[in-house]
C-alpha cells in the first residue's frame, strides 16, 4: 500500500520554466511534508518542508503548496535552471521524536537550456 | 555536505556473505534512521534508533539488525546477502523533524 504518491514519474522543463510536482497522501495523521533533492550518486537533501497550518511555503526559487482537505501537495520551482536538475522525492511523516519518512517514488526533473 | 558520514562508499560482497555498514550522525543528533534505496521499491524505512535504543522498525528483513552506540554512531548489519539486497543503504539523523541523509554506502552483491 503505497501511502505517497507522487507524479509525474519524469518532467522536462525549458530553462526559465516553472517545474510542478505533485504529491498526495493517505494519512490523515501525517503533519510533516518535506520535499528532497537528489542528484546521481549523492544522499538525499532537505529542499523545503511544511506543516498543515499553512498552505504554502516559499523559500528563494521553491514553494510548497498544501491543500490539507485534498490530502495533496505540491513542489513548484519558479525560473528552473540547468543545475536543478536531479530526482525529487516529497515524503509524509507524523511530527513527533523520530519518526521515520514515507517516501514518494521520485521524479527525474530534466531542465533543458 | 549534511553533517552524516557513512563508510564504506562502495562494498562488492557475495551471495551469502555478510556485511556491516557505519552512520556517523550530526553532532548533537540522537535519532539515526536507515534507509534503503532500490531502482524497484525506491526509498525505504528499515530501523530507527534514539540515543541507544531502537525507536521504530520498518520494512526491515530478519536478516539485517542494527544497533547504535554509545557514541551515537550506528552500524547496520546485513547476513545471508542475497542478490536482492544489491542497493544503496543510507542513514540519516535528526534532532527533531528534519532529517539529514549521509552520502550512502552502495552494495552489490555478486
Known amino acids: 500500500q503505497q501511502q505517497v504518491k507522487q507524479s509525474p514519474q519524469s518532467l522536462i522543463v525549458q530553462k526559465g520554466g516553472i517545474s510542478i510536482i505533485n504529491c498526495a497522501y493517505e494519512?490523515?495523521?501525517?503533519?510533516?511534508f518535506p520535499w528532497y533533492q537528489q542528484f546521481p550518486g549523492k544522499g538525499p537533501a532537505l529542499l523545503i518542508a511544511i506543516r498543515p497550518d499553512v498552505s504554502e511555503k516559499k523559500e528563494g526559487r521553491f514553494t510548497i503548496s498544501f491543500n490539507k482537505s485534498a490530502k495533496q501537495f505540491s513542489l513548484h520551482i519558479m525560473d528552473s535552471q540547468p543545475g536543478d536538475s536531479a530526482t525529487y522525492f516529497c515524503a509524509a511523516s507524523k511530527v513527533q521524536a523520530g519518526t521515520a519518512l514515507i517516501f514518494g517514488k521520485g521524479t527525474t526533473l530534466s531542465v533543458s537550456s | 555536505d549534511s553533517g552524516v558520514t557513512q563508510t564504506p562508499k562502495h562494498l562488492i560482497t557475495a551471495t551469502g556473505q555478510r556485511v556491516t555498514l557505519r552512520c556517523s550522525p550530526r553532532s548533537g543528533d540522537l535519532s539515526v534512521y536507515w534507509y534503503q534505496q532500490s531502482l524497484d521499491q525506491g526509498l525505504q524505512f528499515l530501523i530507527q534508533?534514539?540515543?541507544?535504543?531502537?525507536?521504530a522498525k520498518g520494512n526491515i528483513l530478519e536478516r539485517f539488525s542494527a544497533q547504535q552506540f554509545p557514541d551515537l554512531h550506528s552500524e547496520l548489519n546485513l547476513s545471508s546477502l542475497e542478490l536482492g539486497d544489491s542497493a544503496l543503504y543510507f542513514c540519516?539523523?535528526?534532532?527533531?523533524?528534519?532529517?539529514?541523509f549521509g552520502p550512502g554506502t552502495r552494495l552489490t552483491v555478486t
Open positions: 540519516a539523523s535528526s534532532v527533531e523533524e528534519e532529517q539529514y
Open positions: 534508533y534514539y540515543n541507544g535504543e531502537e525507536r
Open positions: 494519512n490523515t495523521a501525517f503533519d510533516y
